[in-house]
């Protein structure tokens, strides 16, 4: 194996821990108040549930960024691409915002969860405004993704 | 479309008062205002409510015993449904009686479990216990001491001449007998104690503990039995739960009856509400179904009251009000969304799952749920929203040629192979979306005859919006232009008319030019449809891949069958729950902010309460 497949898969590798990481945290700290609000109010579990599985997007992310890379490789179900050190950097590169991105927005989206979902136990009657606004936060995450997919697409092999 | 909703006042003789509100519960047509004057009149529902609540619990108790859980609806008719039922109420009580002693036996039973664990070590003692006390010269005493210190009180007792007998063991611990001289109690209890002794006192009767004992199990015996019959017969309740449903159901109902608000006179009955101007024959009719002596005046609204608001729309457009009511309903003097919305929420969700095999899936699925379960309101509202937009995840997933994941002849593209192409389509999609937002607002200001707020304020925004996307077009290139700048001019014209002095005017107008990066924002917002689809699609890829590779031999391929399963399974409903959460936010933000106002009230008529029971042969209920 040669250097830039090697760094080209850190990044992809580096891409799903990332975003998973951020989002087991946020999953728990959203599924934390949900538990509270359960015990006292167990007929709004569908809600709570929801807005506790918001921030588990980010990890998805990270996941497709590592197989859209893998694919790019030519890792999954083909073989290697010869990459030099150059194009492997420049994968790594494609990788950075969601790398950075993902597992910020996914601990602060948690906390929006984290208090939409108190808004939710007080006002059931909110959850769509409460699910609206956790939401928000994601849109970087998505942004940051869709950099990463289109130089991964678009960066020369 | 918003139907008008009229305000009515009724007036009618006392006497008719109870058998009139009842015909008003029944054709559930008119939404009681709550008397202004209102003499703080005591409303005593609490006999109805606490029966709602006591039925309620005790359904909540069956649950367990019930054997298969349907969730049909009872059927029944009207005149059925409103009859007192003694039975019913002979049934709740029985229900309650038989959980009452079923749980007073099992703490009973859980008391003699302890108790009979205290008496168990003591089972060898061959003595009664208030034996105990007989001996003259010597104490005679039950203990307790720890396992690792049994020889050295073996050893004490040995040394100094006493007697001890071991008995039965209890967590860790070694019961025992002992006798001590009198004279050398206090010398030996006080070594016994540094050893770790636990000295233990247990009733003083003329029984030996092994008689206690037999006595505790035939108890317990006899406990359990009653347990089992407590629990047989509640099997057999739960039969009857039908019963205890329709109670819920009726308490309800005249829980909701017994707090309607109207205004007593000394001779006649008065009452305020509102009714769909659609159906005021309806009301008309229940209300000479039971007198001939009445009066019903239509009344403006007073000043600043709220009108509450109804839609009506076909089921499809009505299934996706449930979207647009999370968020706020309609006010009653705006445009309806819902029919531009649901047409959008529609295709947006399909092109997010985009599969043809999910489709199918969420079709079939919540087909069945809604024929099986039967929900009512917003649940079968959402069903339905699920279940029309897996028709159009078919159609993308068609024409994005993905069947579980796997491609085949995609008839556009495959967003796979070229995402830049699904960004391009899914950033048109949004312009149009945001652009049909711009020509309902257009629609509104045309009914109020605000003609050039429809060119300023809109197609000024619709111009640009097009011209740039022409700009990008081969053969388009100086036709964008010109719109776009067509459109900037617009703006910075007239956007500030309000503006007396030409420079604020143009400086207000170019201001709001700078509103152009929230349209910015706004349809980069819609590359999140590519993210959502691209996610979904390279999930299902992956589990094919996954399941793929486990077939190589006989158990391999029957356990690639569960990865597609659970895999599929797991991605359809994490990518239904991100189709539902982003689509909706898409309408929230970037659509309904370029018209939508919003902070219109429910409409809710006095009506019977249904959660259970469903009424038939009644000519005055529909739905």
């Known amino acids: 194996m040669n250097e830039g497949l090697l760094i080209a898969i850190i990044g992809a590798a580096s891409a799903a821990a990332f975003g998973g990481l951020g989002s087991a945290l946020g999953v728990q700290m959203a599924g934390k108040a949900a538990t509270g609000v359960v015990s006292e109010k167990p007929e709004l579990f569908g809600k709570v549930l929801i807005l506790q599985a918001l921030p588990g997007t980010q990890g998805i992310y990270g996941f497709l960024i590592a197989i859209l890379v893998l694919v790019r490789l030519g890792l999954l179900g083909g073989s290697a691409l010869p990459l030099g050190t150059e194009a492997g950097w420049a994968m790594f590169g494609a990788c950075v915002p969601s790398i950075l991105v993902l597992p910020v927005s996914a601990f602060f989206q948690a906390k929006m969860s984290v208090n939409s979902i108190m808004m939710v136990a007080k006002q059931p009657d909110s959850t769509a405004k409460g699910m609206t606004m956790t939401v928000l936060v994601e849109t970087y995450a998505i942004l940051a993704l869709l950099a990463s997919i289109l130089m991964i697409q678009g960066i020369p092999l | ?623």
């Open chain 2, 1 to 623: 479309m918003i139907v008008p909703v009229h305000k009515v006042q009724i007036v009618a003789l006392k006497e008719a008062k109870d058998a009139l509100l009842k015909s008003l519960q029944r054709v559930g047509e008119i939404m009681l205002i709550t008397p202004k004057e209102n003499d703080a009149s005591y409303i005593d529902s609490l006999a109805e409510e606490q029966l709602a609540e006591r039925a309620t619990r005790s359904l909540a108790l069956l649950k367990k015993y019930q054997e298969k859980t349907g969730k049909t609806r009872i059927e029944i008719t009207y005149d059925d449904f409103i009859k007192d039922n003694p039975e019913h109420e002979a049934l709740l009580e029985q229900i309650e009686d038989c959980t009452r002693k079923l749980e007073e036996s099992r703490q009973e039973l859980l008391a003699l479990k302890e108790k009979q664990a205290s008496y168990l070590p003591w089972e060898a003692l061959d003595i009664a216990l208030d034996q105990l006390d007989a001996p003259k010269t010597a104490v005679l005493r039950l203990g307790l001491i720890p396992e690792g210190q049994v020889e050295h009180v073996i050893d004490l007792f040995n040394n100094t001449g006493n007697v001890l007998e071991l008995l039965g063991k209890s967590d860790r611990q070694q019961a025992f007998v002992y006798a001590i001289l009198k004279e050398d109690v206090s010398a030996i209890e006080s070594e016994l104690k540094n050893l770790g002794l636990t000295e233990v006192a247990l009733p003083i009767i003329a029984k030996k503990p092994v008689e206690v004992l037999e006595e505790i199990s035939r108890q317990s015996a006899s406990l359990t039995t009653t347990i089992q019959e407590s629990e047989e017969m509640l099997q057999e309740l739960a039969k009857e739960q039908s019963k205890l449903k329709l109670m819920i159901d009726k308490a309800m109902s005249d829980t909701t009856l017994k707090q309607a608000q109207v205004t007593d006179t000394q001779a006649t009955v008065f009452l305020e509400g509102w009714v769909r101007s659609d159906r005021k024959d309806r009301l008309i009719q229940a209300i000479e179904a039971i007198t001939d002596v009445y009066d019903l005046a239509e009344i403006e609204p007073d000043l600043g009251e709220q009108v509450p608001t109804v839609t009506k729309n076909n089921q499809f457009v009505d299934s996706f009000e449930t979207i647009t009511d999370m968020f706020e309903k309609p006010h009653p003097d705006e445009v309806d969304p819902n029919p531009v919305m649901s047409i959008w929420y529609w295709l947006i969700f399909g092109m997010m799952m985009g599969d043809v095999g999910y489709g199918v899936v969420m079709v079939v699925l919540f087909a069945l749920m809604i024929k099986k379960m039967r929900p009512k309101g917003n649940a079968l509202r959402l069903f339905r929203v699920l279940m029309y937009s897996g028709v159009s995840t078919i159609l993308w997933g068609i024409l994005f040629g993905s069947y579980f994941g796997v491609s085949w002849n995609p008839i556009l593209m495959s967003p796979m192979e070229k995402p830049l192409d699904m960004l391009i389509l899914s950033i048109v999609i949004g312009a149009c979306h945001i652009i049909s937002g711009l020509l309902v607002k257009a629609y509104r200001n045309f009914r109020d005859k605000q003609y050039l707020a429809i060119f300023v304020d809109q197609f000024s925004w619709i111009f640009i919006l097009i011209g740039v996307g022409l700009f990008f077009l081969p053969w388009g290139k100086s036709i964008g232009l010109w719109l776009a700048i067509g459109g900037a001019g617009l703006i910075v014209l007239f956007a500030g008319r309000k503006n007396k002095n030409v420079l604020a005017r143009i400086g207000s107008g170019l201001y709001s030019l700078y509103g152009i990066t929230g349209y910015l924002g706004d349809i980069l917002s819609y590359a999140r449809i590519l993210a959502l689809m691209l996610s979904s699609s390279v999930i299902a890829m992956v589990m094919n891949m996954l399941a793929g590779m486990l077939q190589s031999n006989a158990i391999g391929f029957i356990l690639s069958l569960f990865v597609y399963l659970i895999g599929h399974v797991f991605n359809l409903a994490m990518g239904m729950l991100s189709a539902y959460i982003h689509d909706s936010r898409l309408q929230y933000i970037e659509f309904f902010n370029k018209f939508y106002e919003g902070g219109g009230i429910p409409f809710r008529p006095l009506t019977l309460q249904t959660s259970y029971v469903e009424m038939i042969h009644d000519s005055y209920q529909e739905n």
